[in-house]
């Protein structure tokens, strides 16, 4: 059983430029979840997705977005990048309470 | 404000002795809660989880504690391999069903 993929793995991005984010999650799955992890912050929620609706939301500025779509694959959008964004995004698939994550995405923006 | 909180940032254990990682929260409506173990440039793998109706669940060498009254979870790791050095993070689960996340204990586990 596939677990949950994230593409791609590194990105590089300059400030102010807009960048998008994949997450297929472990088949079966309807939930996805957004988490952004920088050093000292631990995890921080970003929000999550349930056929195709959001369901939770962090407190993240509008900047960051996402979707869902019918086969469950979730994309996240942040647009006018900032220095400060530059942070592994993980990306969570759960049915029922445990959450299994996938591999990130390390994103730096210069 | 941090309602799952990891206090210890690190801790440093002997091989074969145990390993102890706290966790404490502030919000008595979280009903699960879950251990997570992460290494450098990977995603967080799930370890262990409890029940709030539970105050106890073993796994393995993994053992999960929850003391509801304390609003306090411990992971013991019994005996620590030197493979078990990584970034462990506890997590809760709110009434909205959202997994709240601490800070993280990075524990080494030294010959």
């Known amino acids: 059983k596939a677990g949950v993929t994230q593409t791609p793995r590194y990105l590089i991005k300059t400030r102010g430029q807009q960048v998008t984010l994949s997450c297929s999650p472990i088949?079966?799955?309807?939930?996805v979840s957004w988490y952004q992890q920088t050093p000292g912050q631990g995890l921080q929620f970003l929000f999550e997705?349930?056929?195709?609706?959001?369901?939770n939301k962090g407190n993240f500025p509008g900047r960051f977005s996402g979707r869902q779509f019918s086969n469950s694959r979730s994309e996240m959008n942040v647009s006018t990048l900032e220095l400060g964004d530059s942070a592994l995004y993980l990306c969570?698939?759960?049915?029922?309470?445990?959450?299994?994550f996938g591999q990130g995405t390390r994103l730096t923006v210069v | 404000d941090q309602q799952v909180k990891q206090n210890s940032p690190s801790l440093s254990v002997q091989e074969g002795r145990i390993s102890i990682l706290n966790c404490d929260y502030t919000n008595s409506m979280f009903d699960y809660f879950l251990w997570y173990k992460k290494y450098p440039a990977e995603g967080p793998t799930f370890l262990i989880s409890?029940?709030?109706?539970?105050d106890k669940n073993e796994d393995g060498r993994f053992t999960v504690f929850l003391n509801k009254s304390a609003k306090h979870l411990s992971l013991h790791i019994v005996p620590s391999q030197p493979g078990d050095s990584a970034v462990y993070f506890c997590?809760?689960?709110?009434?909205?069903?959202?997994?709240?996340f601490g800070t993280g204990t990075r524990l080494q586990v030294f010959p």
């Open positions: 969570a698939s759960r049915r029922g309470t445990d959450a299994f």
């Open positions: 088949s079966g799955h309807r939930s």
């Open positions: 997705y349930f056929s195709e609706t959001q369901r």
């Open positions: 409890i029940s709030s109706i539970k």
């Open positions: 997590a809760a689960k709110s009434d909205t069903d959202k997994l709240i």
